[in-house]
């Protein structure tokens, strides 16, 4: 008798056991947590009030009432890059990401089941308002952060290339672009308990056709910057071999006048002394014209040159009056 007695004792304390366990389980400061019975919700979701946190140990009925967990804390959506048109009609690929979290379980729960579901449901939404919006938009608004950004200037660009590389003006932004984007999609997530808490582009690429414009439209920029240099650098040799024409002439002009100046002033000195040793000896003048007549024989007459002179020719005097030893 003692022995059934200790049977059935230990087997209602096992039942206890088993039946508390079933009916006990804690939350976590991370989840949130909701009970369905037969699969339905049933009373208030624990832990869902950040301003009434309820994390610890939690009862439920044993056996027919379930325990469903749900993550409490900021959730990542990280969609696929894809290529979509801009308003000006040139493709772009637009990768770009998400947080959100969920804020209704048991909605959350009825419609989307787990986090899979919904981020497929959230790359169909965010994805479609993403093509929306780049879709009203040139590429401009999507390329240029913010409207009060002034794009850096060339150093090379001169005020008569203020036209070169000058963006057209921006209304908006890509920092407008992912408020709008998150404003049109968040209603649309808001029935599944899920908020969007914020939207943003991770990285534009530019399609090929886009970039072969861009570089053409680079590389033609430039091509007019390299003109604008050649033209101005033509005009500046052309003023430098002006002025070097200008002054060479002048050099020229001053050297020439320089020239007889001197040549007078010689010719002048040279007729002063001639009239001075005539006046002073006629002697000396016949010696000074006898030497300069040979002078000049030295300068006309070489061993194998033939001359024809007149008998009454000064040079054929001097010449007629050298006796043969």
């Keep these: ?184 999609a968040r209603p649309k997530v808001k029935g599944w308990g899920i908020e969007l808490i914020d939207i943003r582009f991770k990285r534009i690429n530019y399609n090929r056709d886009v970039v072969e414009k861009i570089y053409a439209r680079m590389a033609s920029e430039r091509q007019q910057i390299a003109e604008r240099f050649r033209s101005e650098g033509a005009g500046e040799a052309a003023k430098i071999l002006g002025r070097k024409e200008r002054e060479l002439l002048t050099i020229e002009s001053d050297a020439y006048r320089r020239e007889q100046e001197i040549k007078g002033k010689a010719d002048a000195e040279a007729t002063g002394i001639y009239a001075a040793a005539y006046n002073a000896s006629p002697s000396a003048a016949d010696f000074y014209q006898f030497m300069k007549t040979l002078e000049t024989y030295q300068k006309s007459l070489s061993k194998d040159t033939t001359v024809i002179l007149t008998t009454d020719s000064d040079l054929f005097r001097l010449l007629k009056g050298v006796e043969k030893p």
């Design 1 to 184: 008798m003692k022995r059934l007695s200790i049977i059935l004792s230990a087997t209602g304390l096992f039942l206890a056991l088993v039946v508390l366990s079933s009916s006990a389980f804690t939350v976590s400061e991370s989840e949130q947590v909701f009970i369905t019975e037969f699969g339905k919700p049933v009373g208030e979701p624990i832990n869902a009030d950040p301003a009434k946190p309820e994390a610890g140990l939690h009862f439920k009925m044993p056996f027919i009432q379930q325990v469903n967990r749900i993550e409490k804390r900021v959730l990542e959506w990280d969609g696929p890059a894809t290529e979509m048109p801009t308003r000006d009609k040139l493709y772009i690929t637009v990768d770009n990401f998400a947080r959100w979290r969920i804020v209704d379980p048991k909605a959350y729960y009825e419609k989307l089941r787990d986090e899979r579901s919904a981020q497929s449901r959230l790359n169909d939404i965010i994805g479609s308002e993403t093509r929306a919006v780049i879709a009203s938009h040139d590429l401009i608004e999507v390329i240029r952060s913010d409207k009060e950004r002034k794009p850096v200037r060339d150093e090379a660009l001169s005020a008569a290339d203020s036209n070169l590389g000058l963006l057209p003006p921006i209304r908006d932004g890509r920092s407008v672009l992912d408020q709008q984007i998150l404003k049109a």
